[in-house]
């Protein structure tokens, strides 16, 4: 199985930067797509980026687009997430997602949460000032 550890949360100022990170351990896959999600209370798990291994194919979600970058880092087996010009509104618990194994060929397919099969524990991120 794999395991996945993200660290990086904490408290930024709006129009801030922070990079979360989320290490991948355990079983390894020839190829695989990593996701971010985010979450706050009452509210539904929310796609943010995604990437395939093969391929070098990322996609985000709407509410990120030109303000988030997904990136991996293929030696260290870790995928980030740049997030930059931070709003109070992307303020959530962040969870990293791995599916690994048959990929299919269009990431779109991975901006849904039933498309993963492993989460991690999520890191919180808060924007305020």
């Known amino acids: 199985q794999v395991q996945l550890v993200e660290s990086g949360g904490g408290l930024v100022q709006p129009g801030g930067s922070l990079r979360l990170s989320c290490a991948a351990s355990?079983?390894?896959?020839?190829?695989?797509?990593m996701g971010w999600f985010r979450q706050t209370p009452g509210k539904e798990r929310e796609f943010v980026a995604a990437?395939?291994?093969?391929?070098?194919?990322?996609y985000n979600g709407d509410s990120v687009k030109g303000r988030f970058t997904i990136s991996r880092d293929n030696a260290k087996n870790t995928v980030y997430l740049q997030m930059s010009s931070l709003k109070p509104e992307d303020t959530a618990v962040y969870y990293c997602?791995?599916?690994?194994?048959?990929?299919?060929?269009?990431?779109?397919?991975?901006?849904?949460?039933?498309?993963?099969?492993?989460w991690g524990q999520g890191t919180q991120v808060t924007v305020s000032s």
């Open positions: 997602a791995f599916k690994g194994g048959l990929i299919y060929s269009s990431i779109q397919y991975y901006t849904a949460k039933g498309a993963y099969d492993t």
């Open positions: 355990g079983r390894r896959f020839s190829n695989y797509v």
């Open positions: 990437i395939r291994l093969s391929g070098d194919s990322t």
